[in-house]
């Protein structure tokens, strides 16, 4: 059952309507929160929070979801998936496939057309690309899988790691946060699906869909996000890719810097601007005082 739907607070560019619901998953029902354009929504994106994959939800996550909301002009479902130590992998992408499964299902009930993505951000963004993987191997088509800082390497090799060793999150804090997660084996789905822990275990990331990643210059876990594009590019998948400068991890909470500053855009806005323009291109861009995203905003690896 869902909640009646509310204004979201803080809004200059439109109303956003959310509402809380109950998601149906194998597992039981699965709390969600479905944040809604003034408009008919272009199109659905599922959102996975970070957190490590111990902590954070979907109230949390409310104004960097609606702001996303507004300038993708998606309805995003912003999902309550389950939490380590409670459980641990496959059971946190299996809670966003189901949330996937119910908005396709919501978009063809409501005829708001095909247009399906997933995201995340973090520890988050990590289960969407997962998700990502486990629907293209069902030969279920997303529009975008919309990538936030994922941390991707269980190892935490990367010379980001160790050019930032004071910056959140450490390379000892993840190992911890991942070897949380993470089980011990080769998960399957019911149907036989390989469920990925990290999109690294895929041998082939070939027919994935399009994907819109970001990150920080300061960010202890960039060089897993420039080297996960690497990797969709040579496989002949549609990037964009953006480092945001002067940024360290958890920039998706933080709201933009103001009209005055050189640039206005926060994170969540450029990831809202980014999917509707990738899965629109035809269509104007948002509007005033939301500047389009030209290929000279686009930085790709």
Do not use: K
Not at 128 to 150: F, H, N, S, T, W
Not at 165 to 184: G, I, K, N
Not at 263 to 287: C, F, K, N, V
């Amino acid at each position: 059952m869902a909640t009646p739907a509310r204004s979201a607070p803080g809004d200059s560019r439109g109303a956003v309507r959310w509402e809380q619901v109950r998601i149906p998953s194998p597992a039981g029902p699965l709390p969600a929160r479905v944040f809604r354009p003034e408009t008919a929504p272009h199109g659905w994106l599922v959102w996975a929070h970070g957190g490590s994959w111990r902590a954070g939800s979907a109230s949390d996550w409310h104004h960097a979801t609606a702001e996303l909301t507004r300038f993708s002009r998606f309805a995003v479902v912003s999902v309550d998936y389950r939490l380590a130590p409670d459980v641990r992998h496959p059971a946190m992408v299996e809670d966003v496939l189901s949330a996937l499964a119910w908005a396709r299902e919501q978009a063809r009930s409501e005829g708001t057309g095909p247009v399906l993505a997933v995201g995340g951000d973090s520890a988050g963004a990590t289960l969407a690309a997962c998700a990502a993987l486990a629907c293209r191997d069902r030969g279920e088509p997303l529009a975008a899988q919309v990538l936030a800082y994922p941390p991707l390497d269980p190892g935490c090799a990367g010379d980001s790691y160790h050019r930032y060793p004071d910056m959140f999150p450490t390379a000892a804090f993840l190992t911890s946060a991942w070897r949380a997660y993470q089980a011990p084996g080769r998960p399957l789905a019911a149907d036989g699906t390989r469920l990925y822990s990290t999109p690294l275990e895929a041998a082939d990331l070939s027919g994935l869909a399009p994907a819109v990643l970001t990150t920080g210059d300061l960010d202890p876990v960039s060089d897993d996000v420039h080297h996960y594009a690497r990797l969709l590019r040579a496989a002949g998948v549609e990037v964009a890719l953006r480092e945001f400068h002067q940024t360290g991890h958890a920039a998706f909470l933080q709201p933009g810097a103001g009209p005055a500053a050189r640039d206005p855009l926060s994170m969540r806005s450029w990831l809202g601007l980014a999917l509707y323009e990738l899965t629109h291109p035809d269509s104007p861009a948002a509007p005033d005082p939301a500047p389009s995203l030209s290929p000279s905003r686009l930085e790709l690896p």
